[in-house]
């Protein structure tokens, strides 16, 4: 991770709430200066203020990267906080959901380079996957540097049109939440059938850990890897004859589910 231009002119990180610490720390881990890092934050946490950062003090005239982090509610009161910073100098990236780029260049000028991101929870652990997406004043050499920012919390995948950011909000977006509803359910099944809740709940949250780390790492993809485990008229087929049935198993299910998060986001959008 080159941080070379971001130590030089400087960053400012609008928000430092779970996602905004867990970029930052990945940054120091990475050798930002702490020296080079302005913190907006109203409510700084205990640990933002032991890293050494300027927090709430005035920032730089023209910082490399201003990185806003702040709830999508909150950011009507934050951006004008960095208005005077808009205008092509600095790099703008959002990791706040909903937001356009068009908001942005509203507030900011119509020759900012804006990048968005959509993060997911995982990004805690740096175990994140986030799709940006920049407006027509993004340079290359900007878009990578995005990039390599947000690859402190994970990892990052580009899109070709932003119209695509509602389908990633509602499948890596939100999708943490449904993996582990079904943690949640596959424990209830387990003691429904006579396990005691807590070992019901191990086994339930190592299946489904265990088997995200075997579809990243193996060669073959999930599909044949369904097949790998599944014996002829065994339990494992037994059981997806459930899950795969067309009308009430996952097909259905999680269509649906990945559908009325995505209209939701565009919905908040158009709020």
Same mark, same amino acid.
């Given at each position: ?92 990236? /959002?990791?706040? &959901?909903?937001?356009? #780029? =068009?908001?942005? %260049?509203?507030? $900011?000028? !119509?020759?900012?380079?804006? *990048? @968005? ?18 407006? /027509?004043?993004v &340079?290359?050499?900007? #878009? =990578?540097?995005? %990039?390599?920012? $947000?690859? !402190?919390?994970?990892?990052? *995948? @580009?899109?070709d049109?932003?119209?695509?950011m ?14 582990f ?23 339930a ?12 790492a ?20 037994a ?33």
């Amino acid at each position: 991770m080159d941080m070379s231009r971001v130590a030089e002119q400087g960053l400012v990180l609008l928000g430092c709430g779970k996602m905004g610490s867990a970029m930052l720390a990945g940054w120091l881990d990475h050798g930002l200066p702490a020296a080079s890092v302005w913190v907006i934050d109203p409510y700084p946490s205990d640990w933002l203020k032991a890293q050494g950062v300027n927090i709430n003090t005035p920032l730089p005239q023209a910082p490399a990267v201003v990185l806003v982090a702040v709830k999508p509610q909150m950011m009507g009161d934050a951006l004008p906080a960095i208005q005077a910073l808009g205008g092509g100098g600095s790099l703008f990236i /959002s990791v706040a &959901a909903g937001t356009s #780029l =068009a908001t942005f %260049e509203q507030v $900011l000028g !119509a020759d900012t380079p804006v *990048v @968005r991101a959509m993060p997911n929870t995982p990004a805690a652990i740096r175990q994140g996957i986030t799709a940006v997406i920049g407006n /027509s004043k993004v &340079a290359a050499a900007d #878009l =990578a540097l995005a %990039e390599d920012l $947000l690859s !402190a919390i994970g990892e990052t *995948v @580009r899109l070709d049109d932003e119209a695509q950011m509602d389908a990633v909000t509602g499948l890596s977006g939100s999708g943490p939440a449904y993996v582990f509803h079904l943690i949640e359910t596959m424990a209830a099944a387990g003691q429904a059938h006579g396990l005691p809740h807590d070992l019901a709940m191990k086994l339930a949250k190592s299946t489904v850990a265990g088997a995200g780390a075997l579809a990243m790492a193996a060669d073959e993809d999930p599909s044949q890897l369904r097949v790998n485990v599944t014996s002829p008229n065994g339990t494992t087929q037994a059981a997806l004859e459930v899950l795969m049935h067309e009308q009430q198993g996952f097909p259905a299910l999680l269509h649906r589910a990945v559908k009325a998060a995505t209209e939701r986001s565009r919905e908040l959008a158009d709020e």
